[in-house]
């Protein structure tokens, strides 16, 4: 069975310093892997995806994602946070082989410092 | 969230009541998703349809029926609302296509039931 670990459930960070949000995931055959972003009352949006290729993603608002398949991680990063980053950080694995359905991390919440 | 509309946005319902929630979308994409979000828990899975006229059990069914009618719409209904079903509920749709295997999602409905 497949299942996905997000190990911090909060990150407060000061503005303009880096952060990390970690993501880990268990799963016997290939995934793809997604972050999701959502801001407070509002639905989740797309932040980045690893489908194949390059380990290295990007994507927007200056996020990008490291894909470790030895490690089974795929770590979010982000050199310099700013205000407009609060908000919620979703992981999420799907399995190639079950009608791509998503499995969840709890979400972390990115809490900015002034 | 383009693309993918949800009704209502917020509910309350008294427990034993019923109700329908409502998605639709004007994407073309054949798969329908029917999530519930509940703190520290992440997004689990109610029920999925992967086509027009097909419906299948997610992670936590229980309590819950859909309906997929038509390409375009995938409504969820609560027969016998229980406390427990107090959350956000999420719609998403996702496209067969390939290099594109990520959910679009809508703006939620918060449902509360006391």
């Known amino acids: 069975a497949q299942s996905v670990t997000q190990l911090d459930s909060q990150v407060p960070v000061f503005e303009e310093a880096p952060v990390e949000l970690r993501c880990n995931y268990s799963?016997?055959?290939?995934?793809?892997l997604f972050w999701y972003v959502q801001y407070p009352n509002q639905g989740l949006q797309l932040l980045l995806k690893?489908?194949?290729?390059s380990t290295l993603v990007k994507g927007i608002n200056g996020f990008e994602a490291e894909f470790n398949k030895s490690q089974t991680s795929f770590h979010l990063r982000k050199p310099s946070v700013h205000i407009s980053d609060t908000a919620e950080y979703f992981c999420?694995?799907?399995?190639?082989?079950?009608?791509?359905?998503?499995?969840w991390g709890a979400g972390t919440k990115l809490i900015i410092k002034p | 969230n383009a693309g993918v509309t949800q009704t209502p946005k917020f509910q309350v319902l008294k427990t034993g009541q019923s109700m329908t929630l409502q998605c639709a979308q004007d994407?073309?994409?054949?798969?329908m998703y029917w999530y519930r979000q509940d703190p520290g828990m992440g997004l689990r899975l109610i029920y999925y349809?992967?086509?027009?006229?097909?419906?299948d059990k997610g992670e936590v069914p229980n309590g819950y029926n859909v309906s997929r009618l038509n390409k375009r719409e995938f409504s969820l209904r609560l027969e016998s609302a229980a406390p427990s079903q107090t959350s956000v509920y999420f719609c998403?749709?996702?496209?067969?296509?390939?290099?594109?295997?990520?959910?679009?999602f809508g703006p939620g409905t918060r449902l509360t039931v006391t």
């Open positions: 799963s016997s055959v290939s995934v793809y």
């Open positions: 998403a749709i996702r496209s067969r296509g390939t290099g594109d295997h990520e959910q679009y």
């Open positions: 999420a694995v799907s399995r190639m082989d079950s009608n791509y359905q998503l499995i």
């Open positions: 349809s992967a086509s027009e006229g097909t419906t």
């Open positions: 994407m073309n994409h054949n798969s």
């Open positions: 690893y489908l194949s290729g």
